[in-house]
């Protein structure tokens, strides 16, 4: 059987308040041509389908645009939420999706709700796919287990029952000719790629099933990859569109399985070309206006080198298509180890040296007044109230 991995959607992100819809649309019709061309029994889709608990009207419409497209190709659909996800949500379209094999698996209710079968397109094979959805640590740490643990005990209590579902998957599919097993998780590793600062537990990868099932389909991490050192085959499909500037390298994929019983299965990633790169460009203000060619179709994060800057250049700068942050780096201020310290000048001074390393020259005596009459109106104001 073959079957298509996609994760980390994130629909309704922005970047710098602009919308990235049009980029989902697009990304999603070459993830939908690639599913049609390569005749895939299902798409397995690890969670962080939108990027908020509570997405805008446009982004649960696109989804359900998306995944009624894949119904129409009678393509069933697999979707676990992430971290990202609110599973209440997900959860309502359940019994419509239940209709037109659009599978969604919100909660942990019991592991016979857990675990699907999907049929070939053939009709003549079948496989069962254990579902893991990302359930946050509060919601399944027992609260007796948290009383006087520390964050380290917690994770380890957290990653013994990750394993425990692993473990009930792997016991009741590996009689079975085919098995995936999905999950929406943070495995620990050298390199992350994701979401170091979004609260999700890290365990360790040796707590995937090793053995017995045919791949595991795994969210949250947005570079796409295998996971070093698991031994049953465990990739991130990453996310489909490139999410942050400092990791704008990222190929963007999905991975096709092509899975049969009684051997390991072969994986492919299928690169997705369209939604825009995020290019990060660091330059004079001449420098970068050169570059304006290359930003087209671009997300462009600017670091401004000091030298020519002024602010008829900057404007022009920002107003280069796709440039949607500009940060300033500062001229090199020598440290000054044999000056006065700042206790031993006046604030006036200080605000005096520090007008000069921003702009070059001395304030005006206007500025410098009024700044003095402000510093003394702050520094003997008083808390009592008028
Ligand atoms: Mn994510």
């Known amino acids: 059987m073959r079957f298509l991995h996609t994760s980390d959607w994130h629909v309704g992100r922005t970047i710098r308040t602009r919308s990235r819809q049009s980029e989902h649309e697009v990304v999603f019709r070459e993830i939908l041509d690639i599913a049609k061309d390569q005749q895939v029994d299902a798409v397995l889709i690890t969670g962080d389908i939108f990027e908020h608990r509570i997405p805008p009207g446009g982004a649960e419409k696109l989804v359900a645009e998306t995944l009624a497209e894949l119904a129409k190709e009678r393509i069933p659909s697999i979707v676990i939420p992430g971290n990202h996800d609110d599973p209440g949500r997900l959860r309502v379209l359940k019994p419509l999706g239940d209709m037109v094999q659009v599978h969604i698996v919100s909660e942990i209710a019991d592991m016979d709700s857990l675990i699907l079968r999907i049929t070939s397109q053939n009709g003549s094979e079948y496989a069962l796919v254990g579902c893991l959805p990302y359930v946050h640590p509060h919601h399944i740490l027992p609260a007796a287990e948290g009383v006087g643990k520390s964050e380290s005990d917690r994770v380890s209590v957290y990653q013994s029952m990750m394993k425990d579902f692993f473990d009930a998957f792997k016991e009741r599919m590996e009689k079975t000719p085919i098995s995936l097993v999905l999950a929406h998780l943070a495995v620990d590793q050298e390199y992350g790629g994701g979401e170091m600062q979004s609260g ?20 949250h991490m947005h570079k796409p990859h295998a996971v070093k050192g698991a031994s ?12 942050d500037f400092g990791r704008a390298e990222h190929q ?7 899975a049969h019983p009684g051997k390991p299965a072969v994986v492919s990633a299928i690169p997705l070309s369209q939604g825009k ?26 670091v401004l080198r000091p030298e020519g800057r002024t602010a008829e250049l900057v404007d022009s700068v920002r107003a280069l298509e796709g440039v949607v942050s500009i940060r300033f780096e500062e001229p090199d201020v020598k440290p000054t180890l044999h000056g006065p310290s700042l206790h031993d000048r006046s604030a006036t001074e200080i605000f005096g040296d520090y007008y000069k390393t921003k702009r070059n020259t001395d304030p005006d005596p206007q500025l410098v007044a009024l700044f003095d009459r402000l ?5 003997t104001a008083t808390d009592e109230p008028q």
Do not use: C, M, N
């Open 200 to 219: 999700v537990f890290e365990v360790d990868g040796g707590i995937l099933p090793a053995s017995g099932v045919h791949y595991v389909a795994l969210g």
């Open 232 to 243: 049953a085959r465990a990739y991130y499909a990453g996310s489909v569109l490139q999410l």
């Open 252 to 258: 963007k994929s999905v991975f096709i399985i092509e």
């Open 277 to 302: 790169k995020l290019l990060r460009r660091s330059g004079t203000a001449a420098e970068i206006l050169a570059q304006a060619d290359d930003f087209r179709g671009a997300w462009v994060e600017i």
């Open 375 to 379: 510093y003394q109106e702050v520094s």
